[in-house]
């Protein structure tokens, strides 16, 4: 696949895609490119909805705050979406916009909210949450938007899990053994990864987490991290060991 255009503005669309296609833009998208990045008329700009692969499309100017979109070639084709599911308990604001923001760079085609005994945040802005994906698909050239799910509760989550799909359960609790090694012992296949929340699983969570078949539990090292860095950290190890990263 050709590499991504970062030379060009790139714009997430809810629009299907097709040659020769115009689209009319949101006001606020339109003031965006007119009057900030101070585009004009017959500028081009990348298009994407994660769907129909990414576009170059040509702006025309209908007023200082109106303009329009003409599509003119496809210039990636869209990718197969990945197949690694992020679970993981909500937190704050900010940190939880970070977590789906890296999510996403980090490869994730499902992020599954998971409410636990310790979680701080038991209701989420779903479209905030889509929000915050869409930003790190444009800024980094990704055409896969992930599926986002609403909360559910551990039990929910675990259950909603194919049985083929190993989950990776990173626990804290854990004693210090080499998570490269552990992965590098399971066998191919479609993956899920498990963070916990501030506080982590307890007990009898822990239990229920373990007593699902296809589970690999794994440490993420010497430190106690924070659930928004354990989940750049994990899902790092899982993409080089067991993804989607180039392996020599």
Known sequence: MSAPDFARYRLYVADDLAIGK???????????LLNVLRLKSDDTIIVFNGRDGEWLAALTAEGRKQASLGLLRQTRPQPEAPDLHYLFAPLK?????????KAVEMGAGLLQPVLTRRTQVSRLNLDRLRANAIEAAEQCGILSLPEIRGECGLDAALEALEPERLLIFCDEAMAQESPVKALAAAAPGPLAVLIGPEGGFDEAERVRILARPKTLRISLGPRILRADTAAVAALALVQAVLGDWPRG
């Open 22 to 32: 115009r689209l009319p833009l949101a006001r606020e998208q339109a003031n965006y």
């Open 93 to 101: 604001h900010a940190r939880l916009d970070y977590i789906a923001q």
